[in-house]
């Protein structure tokens, strides 16, 4: 006697889209749960069921999908996979080939020391052109002051000694406030983001860690679809690339150029 639960595996190298709906509704989970818990964007997973390849990512970002939808719902992974790939449009096949044919290149390797460049702060150099310019101020005063005292009364002296410091006071706030000036157009300068998306077919180890430090993803990671944002360029470790997909600004990152026996580790930047 066959239960539903092998005649809906028999039927998976057919219509994988109804297999899966039907496994879905035999096992009472709505999209939006499923959705959640495989966190694949609910279109997705509505493409999947309705074999509407055109609302679908990439190819390899398609079939994990697909995949990780039929691990999640006790189907047999392989047998989808299978179908899913015998159901594929030729055409956009052709299309996901051109795109892996241009992959991102890597801005070199974990290894490059970066710590030792040497960097000029605008700031810094503005406050130093106007020390200069003070220090030159405060020279020409004195010395005016030495001239005027042998020709002038002490009071004269004085009279102008205040109105050169006057003067002096404006020349340091202009000064000021081009330090001002330019601090403010150096906080303008606002460091870009870019985001990562991360899709695992099975289990791997994923370290992923952007150009400030912070720690994107780290450790053992379980199948799934992860969305990842920070400052490039991004420092990236993977153990197994045959369980890992990955795109830098909705671009596919091709990580066989950069793995040797599976690993890779790179830097990547847009």
């Known amino acids: 006697m066959i239960t539903p639960s092998s005649n809906t595996q028999s039927n998976a190298q057919g219509s994988f889209g109804a297999v899966l709906q039907q496994a879905r509704k035999n096992k009472q989970v709505t999209l939006e749960a499923a959705a959640a818990e495989l966190f694949i964007l609910k279109r997705h997973l509505e493409a999947l069921e309705s074999e509407n390849f055109a609302e679908l990512p990439q190819a390899a970002f398609a079939r994990g999908f697909a995949i990780n939808y039929a691990k999640y719902l006790g189907l047999d992974s392989a047998k989808i996979a299978s179908s899913f790939d015998a159901a594929y449009p030729n055409e956009l096949k052709a299309k996901s080939a051109s795109n892996i044919d241009t992959p991102l290149r890597p801005m070199g390797t974990l290894q490059r020391d970066t710590h030792n460049r040497i960097r000029f702060n605008p700031l810094l150099i503005i406050g130093v052109i106007g020390l200069i310019i003070l220090a030159v101020f ?29 003067q002096g006071a404006a020349i340091n706030s ?3 406030g081009v330090g001002a000036s330019g601090s403010a157009l150096n906080l303008g300068d606002a460091a870009t983001t870019a985001t990562l998306n991360l899709v695992l077919t099975s289990d791997a180890v994923v370290s992923i860690t952007d150009a400030s430090g912070n720690s994107l993803i780290n450790g053992s990671q379980s199948a799934g679809n992860y969305d990842l944002s920070g400052m490039p360029p991004f420092n990236v470790q993977i153990d197994n690339i045959d369980n890992v997909s990955l795109m830098l600004d909705q671009q596919p990152v091709a990580l066989e150029t950069y793995a040797t026996d599976k690993q890779a580790t790179f830097e990547l930047a847009p």
Do not use: C, G
């Open 138 to 166: 405060l020279f020409r005063m004195v010395s005016n002051a030495s001239k005027e005292n042998t020709q002038e009364p002490v009071s004269a002296v004085e009279d102008m000694s205040a109105i050169e410091q006057a």
């Open 174 to 176: 202009d000064a000021s």
